[in-house]
């Protein structure tokens, strides 16, 4: 018995361990993996946060890569940031906080889970201004509603003070986070910014000012009355260098496809991997993707999905994911401008 038992704490010392080095990351790569979640939540309109519980956020935490490691009582653990609006409805600067939580029973496995929580009250910012605070206690939360037009289509907005999203096989979901506790990690924030938390930084670096920035374009401007809409130069007013341009939606789009891709071709063998093989273009990240090609792929995918023998298939989450990160791609190169040659005037008649 107790040689069995030694492996088993080795092992349990060992996913613990792993949980804490989540929260090690170095924090550039922290706010530029914070960025890419948010572009590729944003980026399928089918399974987006709604605009409108953006326009009316007092507070976005973007949390990549949480890993969940399960061993008897599982653990939680994960690195993020937090951006916060004043009382003028500016979005502030990222700032650094850590998210940590468990739960029991026999569980097994590592995972890594991106994490979106929408703070929609003012008294779930106070929450995160306290330093730390537990979601479920101190704060209501409730898995958040996706697509364009899920927020007319519920109530969500008269209770939840915390609307909360994953993304572990490919789509992202609401879900529930009760129990977490997300605290302020003030030694990222000094060594990051220059200065304490509260006062104004002493350098701000260009992934900070880039997220910033997109958060802004993300969020959909409705003013209230006397309150200006937010603007990119009023967020970033004394708080660094000029804002960068948003991030390229094919490039994106790109990049998701091949994540999904990667995660589908993991569960099938080598004939579907033919068969519902994406352009070789998304996967080598090189030359530009044939729209032609993208076509063909979806076609493959859309085929499957019209015959229920292969349901097991197609109603899996990473099988569903690529093929609306396909199809996205397709529609966004099929409106996209079309490059045109540069030429010098035609001869003469």
């Avoid at 940031?81 to 650094?96: A, H, I, K, M, S």
């Avoid at 009760?178 to 992934?207: C, F, H, K, L, W």
């Avoid at 030359?287 to 090609?293: D, G």
């Amino acid at each position: 018995m107790r040689r069995r038992f030694v492996p088993i704490v080795l092992l349990a010392v060992g996913c613990l361990a792993l949980a804490a080095a989540a929260v090690h990351a170095e924090p550039n790569e922290t706010i530029r993996a914070a960025d890419e979640v948010l572009h590729e939540i944003m980026a399928i309109p089918a399974r987006q946060i709604p605009g409108a519980l953006l326009s009316e956020a007092q507070a976005v935490a973007i949390i990549p890569d949480v890993l969940k490691i399960g061993f008897v009582a599982g653990v939680r653990r994960g690195h993020g940031v937090v951006l916060v609006r004043d009382e003028r409805g500016q979005w502030g600067l990222p700032q650094f906080v850590t998210l940590t939580g468990g739960s029991v029973g026999w569980q097994a496995g590592v995972q890594g889970t991106d994490v979106v929580l929408v703070f929609m009250t003012k008294k779930s910012v106070e929450g995160l201004a306290r330093g730390k605070f537990t979601i479920g206690a101190d704060a209501s939360a409730a898995a958040g509603p996706v697509g364009r037009n899920a927020a007319a289509a519920t109530d969500f907005k008269l209770k939840a003070e915390i609307l909360s999203y994953s993304r572990s096989r490919g789509l992202f979901v609401g879900f529930a986070l009760d129990g977490s506790a997300i605290e302020a990690d003030n030694n990222a924030q000094m060594a990051y910014y220059g200065t304490p938390p509260g006062q104004p930084p002493a350098r701000v670096p260009e992934p900070a000012v880039t997220l910033l920035q997109d958060v802004v374009n993300l969020t959909p401007a409705v003013p209230a009355v006397g309150n200006p809409a937010p603007t990119p130069a009023a967020a970033a007013a004394n708080q660094g260098p000029t804002l960068a341009a948003p991030r390229d939606r094919l490039s994106t789009l790109r990049e998701l496809s091949r994540k999904d891709a990667a995660q589908l071709y993991s569960l099938i063998d080598e004939p579907w991997r033919r068969y519902l093989a994406v352009p070789k273009e998304v996967l080598d990240g090189g030359s530009a993707v044939p729209l032609e090609s993208l076509q063909a792929s979806v076609s493959q995918f859309e085929r499957v999905m019209g015959d229920p023998k292969y349901d097991a298939l197609t109603t899996r989450p990473e099988f569903q994911a690529t093929h609306e990160a396909l199809s996205e791609y397709a529609r966004e190169l099929t409106t996209a401008p079309r490059e045109q040659l540069s030429l010098p005037s035609p001869p003469a008649r």
